[in-house]
C-alpha cells in the first residue's frame, strides 16, 4: 500500500513536472507544443474527459448519498409519527372502564335524516330528540336507546365512538339496542356501520337533558384534549 502510494506520488509529481517544462518552452519560444508534439492534444483531451467522467459520477455519487440520508430520515420520522400515535392517550386507554358496569349492545348509526326519522329539513321537528335536545355530534354525542335499560340522561361509553348520552327513545330500538348519531349517512358507514359491543354505564339518567347539560359536558376543561382527537378523527 505504501509503494503505491508513493509510486502515484512520483507520477503525479513528473507529471507536473512536464507540464510547467512545456508551458516555461511555450512562453519562451513563442512555438505552440501542440506543433511540436500533435499527439499531446489528443491526451490531454482525454485527460481531460477522463476528468470529467470521473467527477460526474463523483457527483452522481454524492446525489446518491444525499438522497439515502433524506431516505433514513424521512423513514426515521415515519417511526417516530407511528410511535407516538400508538401511545397518544386516547378515551380507551386513559381510564379504567373495567371499574363501571358494562352491557352487550346491538349498536347502529343514525342520522336526523328523512332514512332515519322520516324528516325532512325544515320540519319543525328536525334533528331534536325526544328529550327536546338537538342531535349533536361531538366528545359526548346524543344517541338513542330503550329508555326502560338506559333513561334519558344516561352517559354511556362506547369504545370506538366515544361518550353518547341517551336523548332519544327511537322508533326501532327495543331492548339492547343502541343508535349512535352521525351527521351524515356517509359518515355512519365510514365510522360505524352496525356493530356488537360492550358499552360501559358511566353515570344513570334521571329522565331529564338539556342542551345546557348537553354543553356543559362537551366544553369540560380536563376533557378537550379528547375533544379535539374526535375533532381530527371524525373530519378526516
Same mark, same amino acid.
Given at each position: 500500500?505504501?509503494?503505491?502510494?508513493?509510486?502515484?506520488?512520483?507520477?503525479?509529481?513528473?507529471?507536473?513536472?512536464?507540464?510547467?517544462?512545456?508551458?516555461?518552452?511555450?512562453?519562451?519560444?513563442?512555438?505552440?507544443?501542440?506543433?511540436?508534439?500533435?499527439?499531446?492534444?489528443?491526451?490531454?483531451?482525454?485527460?481531460?474527459? /477522463?476528468?470529467?467522467?470521473?467527477?460526474?459520477?463523483?457527483?452522481?455519487?454524492?446525489?446518491?448519498?444525499?438522497?439515502?440520508?433524506?431516505?433514513?430520515?424521512?423513514?426515521?420520522?415515519?417511526?417516530?409519527?407511528?410511535?407516538?400515535?400508538?401511545?397518544?392517550?386516547?378515551?380507551?386507554?386513559?381510564?379504567?372502564?373495567?371499574?363501571?358496569?358494562?352491557?352487550?349492545?346491538?349498536?347502529?348509526?343514525?342520522?336526523?335524516?328523512?332514512?332515519?326519522?322520516?324528516?325532512?329539513?325544515?320540519?319543525?321537528?328536525?334533528?331534536?330528540?325526544?328529550?327536546?335536545?338537538?342531535?349533536?355530534?361531538?366528545?359526548?354525542?346524543?344517541?338513542?336507546?330503550?329508555?326502560?335499560?338506559?333513561?334519558?340522561?344516561?352517559?354511556?361509553?362506547?369504545?370506538?365512538?366515544?361518550?353518547?348520552?341517551?336523548?332519544?327513545?327511537?322508533?326501532?330500538?327495543?331492548? @339492547?339496542?343502541?343508535?349512535?348519531?352521525?351527521?351524515?349517512? /356517509? @359518515?355512519?358507514?365510514?365510522?360505524?356501520?352496525?356493530?356488537?359491543? @360492550?358499552?360501559?354505564?358511566?353515570?344513570?339518567?334521571?329522565?331529564?337533558?338539556?342542551?345546557?347539560?348537553?354543553?356543559?359536558?362537551?366544553?369540560?376543561?380536563?376533557?378537550?384534549?379528547?375533544?379535539?382527537?374526535?375533532?381530527?378523527?371524525?373530519?378526516?
Amino acid at each position: 500500500m505504501n509503494n503505491l502510494k508513493s509510486g502515484t506520488k512520483r507520477f503525479a509529481m513528473t507529471v507536473l513536472f512536464c507540464m510547467a517544462l512545456i508551458v516555461t518552452f511555450q512562453s519562451i519560444s513563442g512555438v505552440n507544443v501542440k506543433t511540436l508534439f500533435p499527439f499531446a492534444k489528443f491526451k490531454m483531451e482525454k485527460e481531460l474527459k /477522463d476528468s470529467e467522467i470521473f467527477t460526474h459520477q463523483f457527483k452522481s455519487l454524492g446525489i446518491v448519498f444525499k438522497n439515502l440520508k433524506q431516505l433514513i430520515h424521512h423513514e426515521a420520522n415515519q417511526s417516530v409519527t407511528k410511535a407516538s400515535a400508538a401511545t397518544e392517550t386516547t378515551l380507551e386507554n386513559a381510564f379504567d372502564w373495567s371499574k363501571y358496569p358494562s352491557k352487550t349492545v346491538l349498536a347502529t348509526g343514525y342520522t336526523a335524516g328523512f332514512e332515519s326519522t322520516g324528516k325532512y329539513q325544515g320540519h319543525p321537528q328536525y334533528g331534536i330528540t325526544y328529550s327536546g335536545v338537538k342531535v349533536k355530534r361531538d366528545l359526548y354525542s346524543t344517541v338513542a336507546a330503550d329508555l326502560t335499560i338506559f333513561p334519558i340522561g344516561t352517559i354511556l361509553f362506547i369504545p370506538g365512538y366515544g361518550y353518547g348520552v341517551v336523548a332519544d327513545k327511537g322508533g326501532a330500538i327495543k331492548g @339492547d339496542e343502541l343508535d349512535l348519531y352521525y351527521e351524515t349517512v /356517509d @359518515d355512519v358507514y365510514k365510522h360505524w356501520g352496525k356493530k356488537q359491543v @360492550d358499552v360501559y354505564v358511566v353515570q344513570i339518567g334521571n329522565g331529564k337533558l338539556t342542551e345546557e347539560q348537553l354543553q356543559s359536558l362537551n366544553e369540560d376543561k380536563s376533557m378537550q384534549v379528547f375533544r379535539q382527537q374526535y375533532i381530527k378523527t371524525e373530519r378526516k
